[in-house]
C-alpha cells in the first residue's frame, strides 16, 4: 500500500525534502514571469534587438532590471500589466524593487547571428535601359544558405514589344550577374538586334526559380537633345524648340597617323552647346560606304601627344580637353557595326593617352602589354595549365589552324571554368578526383573542337584521350591564383599597404561605392599637411568613374575640377586606376574575354 505525504512549503522541514528531490522553493516568493525571442541554448537565452517583457503574479511592486534599471515603459495583454525591458547582449536579472537577489531571475541577452534574407537587388538603383544596353547594369542575388545551381529567368518588358527572356543557370548564391555573363549578354544582343531606344521605359523581371522574384523598373534615360540625321543638326530643351548646328570631329583630328584615310570615314556629330549632355549625346556616323569590315585593321593608331596639364597649350590637348574627346566617343551612339568598330578603336587610344597623363608613361606602357584574355579566373587557370604543358601533348592531338586553335582556347576556358568556378573554394578542398575532373574538362573541350570541325565539313581527329598527374593540375591552380591579381604593377603604387588593401578586395561582388571606400581607406594624401585633404572621396569617385561609368561622371558635374587634382596625384591616380582593371575583369568586361 503506497503512502501519499502532503508537503507544505511554509514548513522548513518539507521545503527541506522538496529541495532534496529537485523542487526549487524561494521561501513563498514569486519570480516575475519574462517572455522574449528565445535563442536555442541552455536555460534562459533571448536575442537581442527585441524587448523582454516581464510580469510579476503576486507581488504589486515594480520590476527593476539588474536591481535599478527601471522599466521602459508598460504594454497590456489580456488584463495583465506587463514591463517592457532592452537589455543590451550578457547576463541580467530582473525582479521585483527593494526585494533580495533570490527574487530576481536571471537571464542572458544573445545576438543573433548574422543571417541575411533572400532578396535580389540592381545597381544603380535608379537604373535605366542605357545602363543595360552600355553594360552598367549589375544585378545582386542574395540568400541565407549557399545554395547552388539555381536556374535564373530575366525577362525584359517593353511596351508594344514583344518580351525578351534569357535563362541560364547560377553556380551558387549570391550571386552577381554582371559585365559579360551570358546572362546579361543575351539581354544586350537582343536588345541591340530590335534598335531599342535609351528613351523608353521598361520593366526587368529577375526570377530566381523555386526561391524568389523581383521586378525593377528601368527609367527612361534623359535625352536633352535629338539629333536630326537629314540637316545634321540638334534640338535641346524639353520643348525641343531650340535648334542647334553640330560639331564635328574625326580621330585624325587628335590622333596622328600615317594613314588616316579609314579613320577619316567615321565622324563624331556633337551637338554646339556647353550644356549639361552634350558631350554624351554624340552620334558616329560613316562619311562613305565604301569602307568594309577589317580594312585599315592594320593602320596604326597612336595615342595622342598631351600635355601634363589641365588646359591644353601649344597645340597639344591637356586633360580637360583629352577627357572630353575620350568621353564624347566612348559615349557616342554608332550608327552600325562599322562605327563601332571605329569608335571603340578611337577610344581606346585616348583612353591610352589619359592613362599616360593621369598614371605616367611606364604604366602606360606596362598596361599596353598585358594580355587582358587571361587575366579573368578562368583565363588565368587556362594560361597557367598551357604553361605547365597539361593542355597539349601527351596523348592530345596537334591543333593548327588558328581559328580552331582560337575556338578551342575559349572552349577550353569554358570547361575549366566549369569544374573550378572558384580558386580558393577548390584549393580548400583539393582531392586526386578534381584532377581528375580538370583531365575531363580539357578532353571535353578537344571534343568540342572536333565536332565544329565536322560540323564544318572538315578533317578531324580522332577521339582525344589524356591523362595528367594531378598534382601538377593543383601546382597550375596555386600559381593561376595570383594572375588576375596584375602583380605586375605593385611596384607602381605606393605604400606598400595600400597595395596590399587594393590587390586583396574581392572585386567580383562589389559595387563602385564599395571599390570609392575601399580606394578611401587606404588613400595616403599626396600633400600630408594639416587641413583638408587634398583628394577625397568625390575626386576618388570622379577618378573611378571616368574609367568604369563615364555617363555617370557626366551627369554629376564638376567632373574636370576633380579630375585635375589626379595630376598632381600620382599615385592615387594610380591607385584608381589598377582598382578599375581589376573591376573590369572581375566582369569578363573586355571583347577579348568571354565564357560564351
Known amino acids: 500500500m503506497s503512502v501519499i505525504q502532503k508537503l507544505d512549503a511554509s514548513s522548513a522541514k518539507d521545503v527541506e525534502i522538496l529541495r532534496k528531490h529537485g523542487y526549487p522553493v524561494r521561501d513563498g516568493r514569486m519570480v516575475p514571469r519574462l517572455s522574449g525571442l528565445p535563442m536555442s541554448g541552455t536555460g534562459r537565452q533571448f ?8 510580469l510579476m503574479t503576486v507581488n504589486e511592486t515594480a520590476l527593476v532590471l539588474d536591481q535599478g534599471a527601471v522599466a521602459l515603459g508598460h504594454l497590456k495583454i489580456d488584463g495583465c500589466d506587463w514591463a517592457v525591458f532592452e537589455p543590451e547582449a550578457g547576463e541580467h536579472t530582473i525582479g521585483p524593487e527593494d ?18 534574407a533572400a532578396s535580389i537587388s540592381i545597381h544603380p538603383g535608379s537604373a535605366t535601359l542605357t545602363d543595360l544596353i552600355e553594360g552598367m547594369l549589375e544585378i545582386r542575388v542574395r540568400a541565407p ?27 551558387r548564391l549570391p550571386a552577381h550577374i554582371a559585365g559579360r555573363i551570358p546572362l546579361l549578354q543575351d539581354l544586350k544582343t537582343s536588345l541591340a538586334k530590335r534598335g531599342a531606344v535609351p528613351s523608353t521605359a521598361a520593366q526587368l523581371q529577375v526570377s530566381v526559380i523555386g526561391l524568389l522574384s523581383a521586378q525593377f523598373k528601368l527609367l527612361p534615360s534623359p535625352q536633352p537633345f535629338l539629333y536630326d540625321e537629314r ?9 525641343r524648340q531650340t535648334m542647334l548646328a553640330s560639331r564635328l570631329a574625326t580621330l585624325s583630328n587628335l590622333i596622328p597617323s600615317k594613314m588616316t584615310t579609314a579613320s577619316a570615314d567615321c565622324t563624331l556629330v556633337l551637338p554646339d552647346s556647353d550644356a549639361w549632355g552634350a558631350l554624351g549625346a554624340g552620334r558616329i556616323i560613316r562619311e562613305r560606304s565604301t569602307l568594309r569590315l577589317g580594312q585599315g585593321t592594320h593602320e596604326p593608331l597612336s595615342s595622342p601627344r598631351t600635355v601634363r596639364e589641365v588646359h591644353s597649350r601649344d597645340g597639344f590637348p591637356g586633360l580637360n580637353e583629352a577627357a572630353g574627346a575620350f568621353l564624347a566617343w566612348r559615349l557616342a551612339e554608332p550608327v552600325d557595326p562599322l562605327a563601332q568598330w571605329q569608335q571603340r578603336r578611337g577610344a581606346d587610344c585616348l583612353e591610352a593617352g589619359l592613362i599616360g597623363l593621369l598614371c605616367g608613361e611606364a604604366w602606360r606602357q606596362t598596361e599596353d602589354g598585358l594580355n587582358l584574355s587571361v587575366l579573368s579566373p578562368a583565363g588565368a587557370l587556362r594560361m597557367s595549365a598551357q604553361r605547365l604543358g597539361l593542355l597539349s601533348g601527351g596523348g592530345l592531338p596537334p591543333v593548327v589552324l588558328p581559328s580552331d586553335a582560337d575556338f578551342l582556347r575559349r572552349r577550353i ?13 577548390a584549393l580548400a578542398g583539393w582531392n586526386e578526383d578534381l584532377g581528375g575532373e580538370l583531365d575531363l574538362a580539357v578532353i571535353e573541350a578537344y571534343e568540342d573542337l572536333r565536332n ?25 591552380l596555386e600559381r593561376a591564383r595570383e594572375i588576375p591579381h596584375l602583380a605586375m604593377f605593385q611596384q607602381y603604387i605606393l605604400p606598400q599597404s595600400r597595395w596590399e588593401a587594393l590587390s586583396a578586395f574581392p ?23 594639416p587641413g583638408p585633404r587634398w583628394i577625397g572621396r568625390p575626386e576618388l569617385r570622379a577618378m573611378l568613374e571616368l574609367w568604369i561609368s563615364p555617363r555617370a561622371l557626366l551627369e554629376g558635374g564638376e567632373w574636370q575640377q576633380y579630375l585635375a587634382k589626379g595630376l598632381s596625384d600620382m599615385q592615387t591616380a594610380r591607385a584608381v586606376r589598377y582598382a578599375a582593371l581589376r573591376r573590369k575583369l572581375s566582369r569578363l568586361d573586355f571583347p577579348e574575354e568571354s565564357l560564351a
Not at 231 to 237: K, Y
Request: hydrophobic share 40%; net charge negative.
Open 99 to 116: 526585494f533580495d537577489e533570490a527574487s530576481h531571475m536571471s537571464f542572458q541577452m544573445v545576438d543573433p547571428p548574422d543571417i541575411e
Open 413 to 425: 576556358t569554358f570547361r575549366l571554368h566549369q569544374v573550378v568556378p572558384d580558386h580558393e573554394t
Open 452 to 476: 565544329h570541325m565536322l560540323e564544318e565539313g572538315h578533317e578531324a581527329f580522332e577521339e582525344p584521350d589524356m591523362k595528367r598527374e594531378a598534382h601538377t593540375w593543383l601546382l597550375a
Open 145 to 171: 544558405l549557399p545554395l547552388e545551381n539555381l536556374h535564373v529567368r530575366l525577362r525584359l518588358v517593353m511596351a508594344g514589344e514583344p518580351d525578351i527572356v534569357t535563362e541560364g543557370a547560377v553556380e
Open 507 to 529: 572585386y567580383e561582388t562589389t559595387t563602385e561605392d564599395d571599390i570609392v571606400d575601399l580606394l578611401d581607406s587606404c588613400h595616403v594624401d599626396a600633400f600630408r599637411r
Open 47 to 54: 536575442a537581442t534587438g527585441f524587448p523582454i517583457l516581464a
Open 231 to 239: 540637316d545634321r543638326s540638334w534640338t535641346a530643351g524639353e520643348d
